[in-house]
């Protein structure tokens, strides 16, 4: 998580929400990152968990990351909880929960939804304090 925090705050850089993500292989190692990259790419999908998945299936060289964990510092939205369940990660891990547009047990559960062929386990509030002061202090500077 810590990994993931510090991509988030790159996110600052470039205006973007300082969300990060990263995808651990089945041996803990590193196969992608990611931060919210919406606002630097003009990319409605620039979420950082896509941009995670991506590089990870990227190093693997296949989409099927099985074995594999996406740990990221906000509770997923849809589309990523659908990233997720689609990529076969084994695991979900997040720090923060979204209210307002979380997927993964907030809002809906995508992830653990009986009727898709995949539910990766789903472990949250993983430095939830650390990555809700982020967002807080980032939402705050926006919202003056």
Same mark, same amino acid.
């Given at each position: 998580?810590?990994?993931a925090l510090a991509e988030a705050r790159a996110a600052l850089a470039t205006g973007?929400?300082?969300?990060?993500?990263?995808?651990?292989?089945p041996d803990g190692a590193v196969l992608g990152t990611g931060r919210n990259v919406r606002e630097a790419d003009a990319d409605p999908t620039g979420?950082?968990?896509?941009?995670a998945l991506r590089a990870a299936a990227g190093v693997r060289r296949e989409w099927r990351l099985d074995g594999c964990t996406l740990v990221v510092t906000l509770e997923p939205c849809?589309?990523?909880?659908?990233?997720?369940?689609?990529? &076969?990660?084994?695991?979900?891990v997040f720090g923060a929960f979204d209210?307002?547009?979380?997927?993964?047990g907030s809002l809906w559960d995508v992830v653990?939804? &009986?009727r898709l062929n995949h539910r990766p386990e789903v472990i949250s509030g993983v430095l939830a304090e650390e990555s809700t002061a982020l967002l807080e202090a980032f939402f705050r500077e926006h919202r003056g």
């Open positions: 998580m810590l990994a973007d929400v300082p969300i990060g993500a990263v995808v651990l292989g979420h950082a968990e896509v941009v849809t589309m990523c909880a659908g990233a997720a369940v689609l990529s &076969r990660v084994d695991r979900v209210p307002k547009a979380g997927a993964v653990r939804d &009986r």
